[in-house]
């Protein structure tokens, strides 16, 4: 099983040339990993500790205080792994016929849009990207749009945050125009 998908180019045609491939450094993927997991698990800790606090109502109880934390270490370290090899699963290639999105542990998806069908190309950077001096490259289709947790995106492809995303932006502008009828 490959869990990074790092044999991507079974996935475009033998004539196809990659013009870009990029995917989520080794440094954010651990940073971002660490932060969401932290955050999971300060969630998972105040969870636990109040179902005890609720059914006990005895704070003579707290004994399992070391339980606790043991099971709260156990589900960040699961958490982290996952998150960590979550954002080093996402591949972007971008070819001369379009751009491929590659994502997934367990269950991989791809997706491919050809340049002709863009309609909109959005740069967008959240607080972690301005820290960590990455950014999101945001692809849109004519009536396209992406369904993530349950809520509709605007966009179709969505290069999360990725060291040389400017440069992303301007080689999809250049072949979008390249390719327009």
Do not use: W
Not at 24 to 53: D, G, W
Not at 135 to 152: E, K, Q
Request: aromatic share 18%.
């Amino acid at each position: 099983m490959n869990i990074l998908n790092d044999n991507y180019t079974q996935y475009i045609s033998k004539d196809e040339k990659i013009i870009e491939f990029t995917d989520i450094s080794n440094n954010v993927s651990l940073i971002l990993a660490f932060i969401k997991s932290c955050c999971f698990s300060f969630l998972f800790f105040i969870f636990y500790i109040s179902t005890i606090i609720e059914k006990t109502y005895n704070i003579k109880h707290f004994n399992k205080f070391e339980e606790v934390l043991i099971l709260t270490l156990f589900f960040s370290t699961f958490c982290f792994a996952y998150l960590y090899f979550e954002y080093k699963s996402m591949k972007y290639l971008i070819t001369d016929n379009g751009i491929l999105e590659i994502k997934g542990i367990f269950f991989k998806t791809y997706k491919f849009i050809p340049f002709i069908k863009i309609t909109d190309i959005r740069l967008s950077r959240n607080i972690f990207d301005l820290i960590l001096g990455t950014g999101n490259v945001d692809i849109s289709t004519a009536g396209g749009t992406r369904i993530y947790n349950g809520n509709s995106q605007p966009y179709e492809i969505r290069f999360l945050h990725i060291d040389n995303f400017t440069t992303v932006n301007e080689i999809i502008k250049k072949s979008i125009t390249k390719k327009a009828p």
